[in-house]
């Protein structure tokens, strides 16, 4: 009797984990971004038939952030789980937030690949700014001092041997208030991304003077990192997770499928399709690469420029900060 005891005993004890388990709730996601269609973060998931996990074994909860450097802030205090960064703030999250742990898993997008979209900085096309030199003396706009638009105008300028502070001065200011800026002569450059430099240049009164290739060649823009404790103790989930973040990006960048994910992105941002359907999701675009997978080789080169700038003490080895097991396991299921 003992026997049965004891074998009835471990019955009950596996039915009980099995309901558990399936009672489990799934594991909700929050991850950051800042702007979109450049962080596809809030519409990747918009088409659920897409998906094979979803609402499974983990959800989503997009957060938006004024850009990738409040992020780490959210990162570092846990009320962030995945967050979207830049190279300019990788650097910054491990030297000044002393986040040794942070791990890249997926890629966003990157800046001038082959034939594909590199950011622009414009001026006035009746202006007197011809060349680079011509912007000694003059007022340089970026979004975000520091930011990867930032960079660029500083590394330009350093190229025609023009330094922040004694040569010029750069101030910020939000992307749509840009090129108000700039007709007013409130500035003599702005640093524009789509849709606002596709906007400017229809308006036929600007010209680029240089992109962002010009200036660091190509450039990994932006990311998607987690903290490698919250990736150890989530991991089946995130795979679940990367498997249908590619499965979502393929349907996205598709030619096929254009029309259909500009609507979503029309809807979601309440901007008309015709501002996106020229260059969304085209060679007019920033690359995505189709498994999601960083440009490690660009964004070490990234860092290094930024060290030059003075924005970081020391140069960063990017291969420790990054995990791609996620993406490798999950590309292993769509094959």
Same mark, same amino acid.
């Given at each position: ?86 190279y ?13 742990? &942070?791990?890249?898993?997926? +890629? ?5 690949? #082959?034939?594909?979209?590199? =950011?622009? %900085?414009?001026? !006035? @096309?009746?202006?007197?700014i ?69 906007i400017?240049?229809?308006?036929g ?43 979502? &990006?393929?349907?996205?960048? +598709? ?5 259909? #994910?500009?609507?979503?992105? =029309?809807? %979601?941002?309440? !901007? @008309? ?21 960083p ?21 960063m080895?990017v ?17």
């Amino acid at each position: 009797m003992s026997r049965h005891f004891a074998y009835g005993a471990v019955l009950a004890a596996l039915w009980l984990f099995a309901c558990a388990a399936s009672s489990a709730e799934p594991l909700k996601i929050r991850a950051g971004w800042a702007n979109t269609p450049a962080a596809l973060t809030p519409i990747i998931f918009a088409d659920k038939d897409l998906l094979k996990h979803y609402g499974l074994s983990y959800t989503l909860e997009p957060l938006r952030f004024a850009g990738t450097s409040p992020q780490i802030t959210a990162l570092a205090a846990g009320d962030l789980d995945v967050a979207t960064l830049a190279y300019s703030s990788l650097g910054a999250a491990v030297e000044n937030a002393g986040m040794e742990d &942070l791990r890249i898993i997926g +890629d966003g997008f990157q800046d001038g690949v #082959a034939d594909y979209y590199t =950011s622009e %900085y414009l001026v !006035l @096309k009746d202006g007197p700014i011809r060349a680079v030199e011509d912007l000694k003396g003059k007022i340089l706009v970026s979004n975000a001092i520091g930011g990867a638009v930032d960079m660029g105008i500083r590394q330009m300028l350093r190229l025609h041997h023009l330094e922040d502070r004694h040569d010029y001065s750069i101030i910020e200011a939000n992307f749509p208030t840009m090129l108000p800026m700039l007709e007013e002569h409130k500035a003599d450059l702005i640093g524009s991304v789509p849709p606002f430099a596709n906007i400017a240049k229809a308006r036929g009164d600007v010209r680029v003077l240089f992109t962002l290739k010009d200036a660091f060649g190509t450039t990994d823009m932006i990311f998607q990192v987690a903290r490698q404790s919250f990736i150890a103790k989530n991991r089946a989930a995130l795979v679940d997770f990367s498997e249908d973040w590619l499965r979502a &990006l393929t349907w996205y960048i +598709d030619p096929a499928n254009h029309d259909a #994910a500009v609507r979503i992105v =029309s809807d %979601y941002t309440k !901007l @008309k399709p015709a501002v996106f359907a020229p260059w969304l999701f085209t060679k007019n675009d920033y690359y995505r690469d189709p498994m999601a997978r960083p440009n490690l080789l660009a964004l070490q080169q990234n860092i290094a420029t930024q060290q030059k700038l003075g924005f970081l003490k020391r140069d960063m080895d990017v291969q420790k900060y990054a995990d791609l097991s996620l993406l490798d396991d999950a590309a292993k299921r769509l094959h």
